[in-house]
């Protein structure tokens, strides 16, 4: 089992800077992705930037150039820097890990909120 405890949303004006963390405990040696989802009202949730257990991170079209992801796969808390904010990015972030057996988990979600 691994938990998943996210930090750090709220609200910004638009072209604000936000960043959230993501802390896992448990089985945390058999991560193998971690990263960050969001969920609009009325609309699906949809993947916002992952990184692997090697690095490698993926972006939404939607957030290139604006969010980075960091973080050494659950070694240390993963970091979701937001800069350039806008209406649009309004959602409920959630936490994501998945492991070696493609067991997934999801932490408890946390709400940004960017005025216009």
């Known amino acids: 089992q691994v938990q998943l405890v996210e930090s750090g949303g709220g609200l910004v004006q638009a072209g604000g800077s936000l960043r959230l963390s993501c802390a896992a405990s448990?089985?945390?040696?058999?991560?193998?992705?971690m990263g960050w989802y969001r969920q609009a009202p009325g609309k699906q949730r949809e993947l916002v930037a992952i990184?692997?257990?090697?690095?490698?991170?993926t972006y939404a079209d939607s957030v290139k150039g604006r969010f980075t992801i960091s973080g050494d796969n659950a070694k240390n808390p993963v970091y979701l820097q937001m800069n350039s904010l806008k209406p649009v990015d309004t959602a409920v972030y959630y936490c994501?890990?998945?492991?070696?057996?493609?067991?997934?988990?999801w932490g408890q979600g946390t709400q940004v909120t960017v005025s216009s």
């Open positions: 448990g089985s945390i040696s058999s991560i193998s992705v």
């Open positions: 994501n890990a998945r492991n070696y057996h493609s067991n997934v988990y």
């Open positions: 990184i692997s257990s090697g690095g490698t991170s």
